[in-house]
């Protein structure tokens, strides 16, 4: 069957469930306005991002509402469920669609950092300050890794999770750039100089019977044994263990401590930080979206919102020297 047919057999099973006629009718006009959207476009084969590129339009070219939005996702969402259950389909992205929120709200305060904050950060996690006697026999390898970590974080606004799935075949010191993402967040980041020869210096750190090697799947981020004070090694899957993702949020937590900045910074924080500067600095348009690995231009909005509630101390607090 077509997809028209698929969508009467779909209308009328709702009429059976006793749906009533106008409810039936806004399906029927959601559906076929859908349908006519997709044009030459197989159903089937839809990609994530052609499914958001609905939405976008449906957001910024029609200015639907936000509740709007929900409802035509839930219909979509309804009918792809009904296709998956008919056998018609094993999976669609519009299964997988997350509406906007319907009350947003902007960023408070506590939710992002400032420009001063993050250079404290960066200054502690590279020194001594603070440390134990033992911690200061094992930092001077844990330093750079740590220090690294938070340059990513920080200044390319990467999440924690892809600091931790980075690999060595995501990475190239020669042309100073990492991939980081998955499939419709993967993306390009192209390094500053420095921070490109500080991943360098990290890795050259690394004593070289553990080090990650070069152009694998290692991970290039690698957990620390801090009772034989060097990095692990994995001997089940020979290769360097991987730094998780629990050991790199309490690796910031410690950081931040040592900084004697508010408890409760996260990579979140940074990222949201990041968010909010990139907006500050070149607005809200395709290619920033991109660039932060979101999936979708709504994903943006609650930023955007944030950024036009800003108060001018605000603005300076999250723009470099202020």
Same mark, same amino acid.
Request: aromatic share 10%.
């Given at each position: 069957?077509?997809?028209?047919?698929?969508?009467?057999?779909?209308?009328?099973?709702?009429?059976?469930? &006793?749906?009533?006629?106008?409810?039936?009718?806004?399906?029927? /006009?959601?559906?076929?306005?859908?349908?006519? $959207?997709?044009?030459?476009?197989?159903?089937?084969?839809?990609?994530?991002?052609?499914?958001?590129?609905?939405?976008?339009?449906?957001?910024?070219?029609?200015?639907?509402?936000?509740?709007?939005?929900?409802?035509?996702?839930?219909?979509?969402?309804?009918?792809?469920?009904?296709?998956?259950?008919?056998?018609?389909?094993?999976?669609?992205?519009?299964?997988?669609?997350?509406?906007?929120?319907?009350?947003?709200?902007?960023?408070?305060?506590?939710? $992002?950092?400032?420009?001063?904050?993050?250079?404290?950060?960066?200054?502690?996690?590279?020194?001594?300050?603070?440390?134990?006697?033992?911690?200061?026999?094992?930092?001077?390898?844990?330093?750079?890794?740590?220090?690294?970590?938070?340059?990513?974080?920080?200044?390319?606004?990467?999440?924690?999770?892809?600091?931790?799935?980075?690999?060595?075949?995501?990475?190239?010191?020669?042309?100073?750039?990492?991939?980081? &993402?998955?499939?419709?967040?993967?993306?390009?980041?192209?390094?500053?100089?420095?921070?490109?020869?500080?991943?360098?210096?990290? $890795?050259?750190?690394?004593?070289?019977?553990?080090?990650?090697?070069?152009?694998?799947?290692?991970?290039?981020?690698v957990a620390f044994d801090f009772t034989r004070r060097t990095y692990h090694w994995s001997y089940e899957n020979d290769?360097?263990?991987?730094?998780?993702?629990?050991?790199?949020?309490?690796?910031?937590?410690?950081?931040?401590?040592?900084?004697?900045?508010?408890? &409760?910074?996260?990579?979140?924080?940074?990222?949201?930080? /990041?968010?909010?500067?990139?907006?500050?600095?070149?607005?809200?348009?395709?290619?920033?979206?991109?660039?932060? &690995?979101?999936?979708?231009?709504?994903?943006?909005?609650? /930023?955007?919102?944030?950024?036009?509630?800003?108060?001018?101390?605000?603005?300076?607090?999250?723009?470099?020297?202020?």
């Amino acid at each position: 069957m077509d997809l028209l047919s698929w969508k009467n057999v779909f209308l009328d099973q709702l009429a059976l469930k &006793g749906r009533k006629q106008a409810t039936i009718r806004r399906y029927d /006009y959601d559906l076929l306005d859908f349908f006519q $959207w997709l044009e030459e476009k197989p159903f089937h084969t839809l990609t994530t991002e052609e499914v958001e590129a609905f939405y976008h339009h449906l957001l910024m070219s029609r200015q639907y509402k936000v509740r709007t939005i929900r409802r035509i996702s839930s219909v979509l969402r309804r009918f792809a469920l009904f296709l998956l259950e008919e056998g018609f389909l094993q999976d669609h992205p519009l299964l997988h669609h997350e509406p906007p929120l319907l009350n947003l709200e902007p960023l408070n305060r506590n939710e $992002w950092i400032s420009q001063k904050e993050t250079s404290i950060l960066l200054k502690t996690s590279h020194s001594e300050r603070g440390l134990t006697e033992n911690q200061r026999i094992a930092r001077p390898q844990l330093t750079e890794r740590n220090y690294t970590i938070l340059l990513l974080l920080t200044n390319y606004g990467i999440t924690l999770s892809e600091a931790c799935a980075l690999t060595m075949k995501d990475t190239s010191f020669i042309q100073q750039t990492i991939i980081v &993402g998955l499939d419709a967040s993967k993306r390009t980041l192209t390094l500053e100089d420095d921070h490109a020869k500080q991943l360098y210096v990290y $890795w050259s750190s690394i004593p070289e019977p553990v080090r990650p090697r070069m152009h694998t799947d290692d991970s290039f981020f690698v957990a620390f044994d801090f009772t034989r004070r060097t990095y692990h090694w994995s001997y089940e899957n020979d290769r360097p263990k991987a730094l998780t993702a629990i050991a790199l949020q309490k690796m910031i937590r410690t950081e931040v401590a040592r900084a004697h900045l508010r408890k &409760g910074i996260s990579a979140q924080h940074f990222r949201n930080s /990041y968010l909010l500067r990139s907006l500050l600095h070149s607005g809200h348009d395709h290619q920033l979206q991109r660039k932060l &690995g979101l999936k979708s231009p709504l994903s943006l909005r609650r /930023y955007v919102l944030t950024v036009s509630r800003l108060t001018t101390k605000e603005k300076a607090l999250l723009l470099p020297n202020q």
